[in-house]
């Protein structure tokens, strides 16, 4: 696929990508296209944490195996030749129900990621679980001061991330809906005397944000004492409403941001060739890019993604964007079909997968 290069000069907010969805985990070839992707649009860091890793959730105090060791090395290294930081994101589940024994074997994980692993960003998340107590944030953050504590006694020498996924990243009611009321007083309890270096993810108002404004993002930097690393929720599609969904349409509605937020970081589609359009329009809202400027960049994608031919297909995927597979009806599948059928690209192949419900939401793939 042809590449545009798009690189921001002077920008003060660092852009990434946090590989943080649940389902279907990319393929070693895909995420190193992805990785060897992103260098060319103003994008710094690559955070590999798939939900459904279970070496980094469900089984994250079990030994990784000497397979998924070496592919992690790997990663690491492709990473590193593209310019790329590398970064792993746990979710060391159930820790504060028995805080004395699984801390050391975090602290373990995170010297093994910096060591082993040549990691220089390091993610604790806490998201999309179950409090266990209402004083949890302050359980949580003990856990970040004291990974932050070891991190800089053991690795003075190296320009090291840590950032923490707080169980409510967001001030959408969705988050109390699906894992209990959070506790009054939350924030405060993972703020106070939170080492200043510690970064904090947050998506925005919602947990799907169609908008993130400066006013925001200032917003919620007061309440934490900190300026904010946003985790973006586009252009992911892997829950059970948005997996319906392809989303190939640019990033809008990210205005003033650069400088107010500390770093971005964008939670990619499962589809990983297709997910590429999408991030590499966001450079052009820090740019503060026209509308028309995203869309042009948005067409060229397409037309190198699928043979020139994206005209004849642009409005079907206009559709799967806004509307979803739902309003699909079994003639515009086939029209659909029909007009990338001689093509022979990877996003092609990711068209006829979705189509064929490969991407379909499965509620087993919840790990927690």
Same mark, same amino acid.
């Given at each position: ?23 279907? #985990? ?49 990663? @690491? ?26 801390? @050391?074997?975090?602290?373990? *994980? ?55 996924? /707080? ?5 959408? /009611? ?25 970064? #904090? ?7 799907? @944000? ?16 900190? *300026? ?114 001689? #093509? ?25």
């Amino acid at each position: 696929m042809e590449s545009y290069k798009i690189l921001v000069k002077n920008m003060k907010t660092s852009l990434g990508i946090i590989e943080g969805y649940y389902g279907r #985990i990319y393929s070693e070839e895909e995420r190193n296209s992805l990785i060897s992707f992103i260098r060319n649009y103003n994008y710094s860091y690559y955070i590999y944490a798939p939900k459904n890793d279970s070496f980094l959730r469900r089984k994250w105090f079990d030994n990784i195996s000497n397979d998924h060791i070496d592919f992690l090395k790997r990663l @690491s290294e492709h990473c590193k030749n593209n310019s790329i930081q590398f970064g792993v994101g746990i979710s060391p589940l159930g820790i504060t129900k028995d805080l004395q024994k699984y801390l @050391s074997v975090l602290l373990q *994980k995170v010297d093994f990621f910096i060591k082993e692993l040549n990691a220089s960003v390091i993610a604790i998340l806490f998201d999309d679980i179950t409090l266990y107590t209402e004083d949890e944030g302050d359980h949580q953050k003990e856990i970040m001061n004291k990974i932050s504590t070891f991190v800089k006694a053991n690795f003075k020498d190296r320009n090291l991330r840590l950032i923490f996924c /707080p169980t409510y990243y967001s001030f959408d /009611p969705i988050l109390d809906k699906c894992f209990g009321r959070r506790p009054e007083g939350y924030f405060h309890q993972i703020t106070e005397n939170l080492d200043k270096d510690v970064e #904090i993810f947050w998506t925005g108002n919602k947990v799907l @944000s169609k908008e993130i404004t400066a006013d925001d993002i200032n917003s919620i930097n007061t309440l934490l004492g900190r *300026k904010v690393t946003i985790w973006d929720n586009y252009p992911v599609n892997d829950g059970k409403f948005i997996c319906k969904h392809v989303y190939t349409r640019e990033f809008k509605n990210r205005t003033s941001l650069d400088g107010v937020a500390l770093s971005h970081a964008v939670n990619p589609m499962l589809e990983a060739e297709l997910t590429k359009v999408a991030i590499a329009t966001l450079p052009l809202c820090y740019k503060n890019e026209s509308e028309e400027q995203k869309q042009t960049l948005r067409i060229k994608l397409l037309n190198s993604m699928f043979d020139n031919k994206s005209d004849s297909i642009i409005k079907l995927l206009d559709i799967l964007n806004d509307e979803g597979i739902d309003a699909f009806s079994d003639e515009m599948k086939e029209e659909l079909k029909e007009n990338i059928t001689t #093509i022979n690209t990877k996003a092609k192949h990711e068209l006829i997968d979705f189509l064929s419900g490969v991407y379909k939401f499965d509620p087993a793939c919840l790990t927690s």
